[in-house]
T-cell receptor, first 114, second 111 residues
Framework: DVKVTQSSRYLVKRTGEKVFLECVQD?????MFWYRQDPGLGLRLIYF???????EKGDIPEGYSVSREKKERFSLILESASTNQTSMYLC?????????????FGEGSWLTVV | KQEVTQIPAALSVPEGENLVLNCSFTDSAIYNLQWFRQDPGKGLTSLLL?????REQTSGRLNASLDKSSGRSTLYIAASQPGDSATYLCAVSSGNTPLVFGKGTRLSVIA
């Protein structure tokens, strides 16, 4: 069974803390994505990666960075967490972009910044 | 820039009713369109994927259609059940760019 695993489901962090959200997929997918989801705003793309050590900015990259040192792992980093980064974060992976392959999502990570 | 709109934002129907969810997109040059289901507090699960060359796809009680030229897709759910209650999202793939999502339709099926 295909799997995208987000290591932390619920986190509470303080303003200014450095936060790491980890995502691992076991499908040997080239593409990985980080979205955040907020009520009324839908899913917004933060960063994505088409291969190891590659990264591309999405629609809302400000305040975030990413790391992809291994094919199966894509990490989202909040260098200095702020309250407006309180959100649900969703990781996803797919085998080829835009060519008819299904994208798989993790269960999500709920981050609260206080 | 591709934009995806879903109407209505929320829908409540009695159990057993057939229903249609709508999705529209602004740029008809797409590779495919996907419908997803999201349960509260969970990730997204892919339901149906329609390639740009296809007109529809079916899975069980679900049928998705695609009219690329008019920039529209519908998700038809037959004989709705309380277990169908969830948020349904559509997303389009255009060229070598990530999926663009609509904001979803929140469906409640009342027993």
């Amino acid at each position: 069974d295909v799997k995208v695993t987000q290591s932390s489901r619920y986190l509470v962090k303080r303003t200014g803390e450095k936060v790491f959200l980890e995502c691992v997929q076991d499908m040997d997918h080239e593409n990985m994505f980080w979205y955040r989801q907020d009520p009324g705003l839908g899913l917004r793309l933060i960063y994505f990666s088409y291969d190891v050590k590659m990264k591309e900015k999405g629609d809302i990259p400000e305040g975030y960075s990413v790391s992809r040192e291994k094919k199966e792992r894509f990490s989202l980093i909040l260098e200095s967490a702020s309250t407006n980064q309180t959100s649900m974060y969703l990781c996803a992976s797919s085998s080829h972009q835009g060519h008819g392959n299904t994208i798989y999502f993790g269960e999500g990570s709920w981050l609260t910044v206080v | 820039k591709q934009e995806v709109t879903q109407i209505p934002a929320a829908l409540s129907v009695p159990e057993g009713e057939n229903l249609v969810l709508n999705c529209s997109f602004t740029d008809s040059a797409i590779y495919n369109l996907q419908w997803f289901r999201q349960d509260p507090g969970k990730g997204l699960t892919s339901l149906l994927l329609i390639q740009s060359s296809q007109r529809e796809q079916t899975s069980g009680r679900l049928n998705a259609s695609l009219d690329k030229s008019s920039g529209r897709s519908t998700l038809y759910i037959a004989a709705s059940q309380p277990g169908d209650s969830a948020t349904y999202l559509c997303a389009v793939s255009s060229g070598n760019t990530p999926l663009v999502f609509g904001k979803g339709t929140r469906l409640s099926v009342i027993a």
